[in-house]
């Protein structure tokens, strides 16, 4: 694991473990390092979400890339895969999102994409992380003419937002749609993409202040749109996350349709046309049996990588898969995107609800999720946790006691110092008992804080 740059980017409080100085020396990398070898001016673009520390951190971004000689273009609000849409398609040599996604307002991140707007490799990120903790006049400064300038480029977002539309190729017209953006950047696109398209869009959570991005809304907290659409009787909801490259849907009923049954009904309807790419989807560790058991059934095969759609998106695109996703939210269709895209997700759901002509919780129906429970436990130290032999004695006896009727998963958070204890089983209970037997020992041993 990485010094600052984990599964999703540095990420953490503002002004504390992560400061207005990393963002200038990140920039400042940034900056130097694509410029080099290149005749003209190197080119790199950065996009913000709703949060009050990331107009900070767009300024210090760009004052060390132009420091460096590079010049910024500014996006404004905007949503991850849009950055990683205009990173590519525009031909920038970096591109980069300042977002902690679904986190809390007072933590922020710095996410960096390559050219091809893929998450960046891991050997640039160590040398990002030790010029942070180098000398910093190891990177020249530019002077006079060299000096970069900073460009206003909302043109971009908006050549995404035509993108978009232009996927649909069906009227939304008389379907009741409700958007819960999360008070984060889906506000600055979600809407006028389903206005175009015809639909009767109703919005919620879409008035961003700085501080109140996923505050009690949006894909992490679901329950005001899942209300939202019963008492207001909407065809379908979607729900999204801080920078909107998480989907959840709800369905006519109210009922969540997370990631897990969003790759089952995509990845179903591409089979039935003949455009499921190897007959394959891609999926993480945390999804449910339950998909799985639909998956079989459907004569659809899968892969299973660690927990992050940045593996998900390493496995497509090695092996030609073009479906793949986590339970999450995180939904990458690899025809039309590198990242997960929430918006994007939702279009693509749109499409079999209207093609199908059916709803989206008869589409649903066929999949039973596994009841889970998944609990975290703050550490002082994630390894020596998991690597206990007492904590792993634990785990195997509840592997034991589950059999094929469940699992149980215990994992390090990629950003945070938590371990997360998970249980698959067919009740409520006994998914308690293995999650709580596991964290007894946790906490008997010394290891939570």
């Not at 008035?207 to 207001?232: M, R, W």
């Amino acid at each position: 694991m990485s010094k600052y740059f984990g599964t999703d980017g540095f990420r953490g409080e503002a002004n504390k473990t992560l400061t207005v100085d990393h963002a200038f020396k990140v920039g400042r990398f940034l900056g130097w390092y694509y410029s080099q070898n290149k005749t003209e001016k190197c080119r790199i673009v950065i996009g913000k979400d709703t949060r009050r520390s990331s107009y900070m951190f767009e300024y210090a971004l760009a004052a060390g890339i132009t420091a460096s000689g590079a010049d910024a273009y500014l996006l404004h609000v905007t949503t991850t895969p849009s950055v990683a849409f205009v990173t590519k398609t525009d031909e920038f040599d970096c591109g980069i999102m300042i977002s902690a996604s679904h986190n809390p307002y007072h933590d922020n991140g710095i996410k960096v994409m390559n050219a091809k707007g893929e998450k960046l490799d891991e050997e640039t990120i160590k040398k990002i992380e030790e010029y942070i903790d180098g000398d910093p006049d190891s990177v020249p400064l530019a002077t006079g003419a060299d000096i970069g300038r900073t460009v206003d480029y909302s043109a971009g977002r908006n050549r995404y937002i035509g993108f978009l539309i232009s996927l649909a190729t069906r009227s939304f017209k008389n379907k009741k749609v409700a958007l819960d953006c999360s008070n984060g950047s889906a506000s600055a696109i979600a809407r006028s993409v389903f206005d175009a398209l015809g639909a009767e869009t109703h919005v919620i959570n879409n008035n961003p202040d700085g501080t109140n991005i996923n505050d009690g809304c949006g894909s992490t907290h679901p329950e005001a749109l899942q209300q939202f659409v019963k008492d207001n009787g909407c065809d379908i909801g979607f729900a999204y996350d801080g920078d909107a490259d998480r989907c959840f849907a709800v369905d006519e009923t109210g009922r969540l349709i997370n990631g897990d049954l969003i790759l089952y009904i995509c990845g179903k309807y591409l089979k039935d046309k003949g455009q499921l790419e190897k007959n394959t989807v891609v999926t993480t560790i945390m999804s449910n049996i339950g998909l799985y058991k639909a998956f079989d059934a459907e004569g659809i095969s899968y892969e299973k990588t660690a927990v992050g759609d940045r593996f998900v998106y390493e496995n497509m695109s090695a092996n030609g898969f073009k479906l793949g996703g986590e339970e999450s939210g995180h939904i990458i269709f690899g025809k039309y995107a590198s990242t997960g895209d929430g918006i994007l997700t939702s279009l693509m759901i749109m499409e079999v609800v209207l093609e199908m002509k059916t709803t989206l919780s008869k589409l649903a129906e066929p999949v039973t999720i596994f009841p889970q429970l998944l609990k975290n436990v703050r550490v002082k130290d994630k390894n020596e946790t998991m690597n206990d032999a007492d904590v792993l004695a634990a785990v195997k006896k509840a592997e034991e006691a589950l059999g094929d009727n469940g699992r149980i998963l215990v994992r390090g958070s990629g950003t945070e110092p938590l371990v997360r204890v998970m249980v698959e089983a067919e009740t409520d209970e006994i998914c308690a008992k293995y999650v709580n037997d596991v964290i007894e020992v946790i906490n008997s041993k010394g290891y939570a804080v």
